[in-house]
């Protein structure tokens, strides 16, 4: 599966913003599609995540609330609307890909940074 992030830019504290990964390549019903982030000095942290058949979502308790990720099937896309932006949402954003029955995340899209001023 290829990943193609986009969306990254800056916002201040309280805003909005939202990423979009295009897919392509796979049987997506067959995928889970997530989002990780790596900020300066930490390590990568997960999201969000959304199982594309079902439409099931799963967030990092950091973000619940405020972060919501979809998808479109059309567009074999995958979109996180990121609201209420705080500076320590500051980070690299990553998309990725797993099969439903696997734990890995095999396939990475390239990073798009968000950055928040306070």
């Known amino acids: 599966v290829q990943l193609q992030a986009s969306g990254g830019g800056l916002a201040q504290a309280g805003g909005s913003l939202r990423l979009s990964c295009a897919a392509s390549g796979g049987t997506f019903s067959l995928y889970v599609l997530g989002w990780f982030r790596q900020a300066p000095g930490k390590e990568r942290e997960f999201v969000a995540a959304?199982?594309?058949?079902?439409?099931?979502?799963a967030y990092a308790n950091s973000v619940k609330g405020r972060f919501t990720i979809s998808r479109d099937n059309a567009k074999n896309t995958v979109y996180l609307q990121m609201n209420s932006l705080k500076s320590e949402d500051t980070a690299v954003y990553y998309c990725?890909?797993?099969?439903?029955?696997?734990?890995?995340?095999?396939?990475w899209g390239q990073g798009t940074q968000v950055t928040v001023s306070s």
């Open positions: 990725a890909a797993r099969a439903v029955l696997r734990n890995e995340y095999k396939d």
């Open positions: 959304i199982t594309w058949s079902s439409g099931r979502e």
